[in-house]
C-alpha cells in the first residue's frame, strides 16, 4: 500500500506501521512511547510516497536500534472501525 495525501479522506486518514518484533525464544519487544508513557509495539508514521513495508522497517529501526526483517504479515487495520 502506497500513501498518497491526494488522495486521503476528509476524515484525515494516515498511514502508520507497526511490526511485531520476537527472536528466536520467542520475547516481544516493546516500545515505551515518548510522551504518553505507554508500552507498544515499534512503530509510526509513514511517510508521503513511501510504502507499508519498508515504513514498517524503518519505524522499527528507528525507535528500537534494531533492526529487523519480515517473515509475514499479520494483517492490516483501521482504526476507524474499531
Known amino acids: 500500500m502506497m500513501f498518497d495525501?491526494?488522495?486521503a479522506s476528509a476524515t484525515g486518514f494516515k498511514l502508520g506501521a507497526a511490526r511485531l518484533v520476537e527472536?528466536?525464544?520467542?520475547?516481544?519487544?516493546?516500545?515505551l512511547r515518548r510522551?504518553?508513557?505507554l508500552?507498544?509495539?515499534p512503530g509510526g508514521r509513514?511517510?508521503?510516497g513511501e510504502s507499508d513495508e519498508p515504513g514498517a522497517l524503518w519505524e522499527s529501526r528507528e525507535?528500537?536500534?534494531f533492526e529487523a526483517r519480515r517473515t509475514g504479515?499479520?494483517?492490516v487495520y483501521?482504526?476507524?472501525l474499531w
Open 5 to 7: 495525501p491526494e488522495n
Open 23 to 31: 527472536d528466536a525464544a520467542g520475547t516481544l519487544l516493546l516500545d
Open 35 to 37: 510522551g504518553c508513557e
Open 39 to 41: 508500552w507498544s509495539w
Open 46 to 48: 509513514v511517510e508521503t
Open 63 to 65: 525507535e528500537t536500534g
Open 73 to 75: 504479515l499479520p494483517g
Open 78 to 80: 483501521r482504526d476507524d
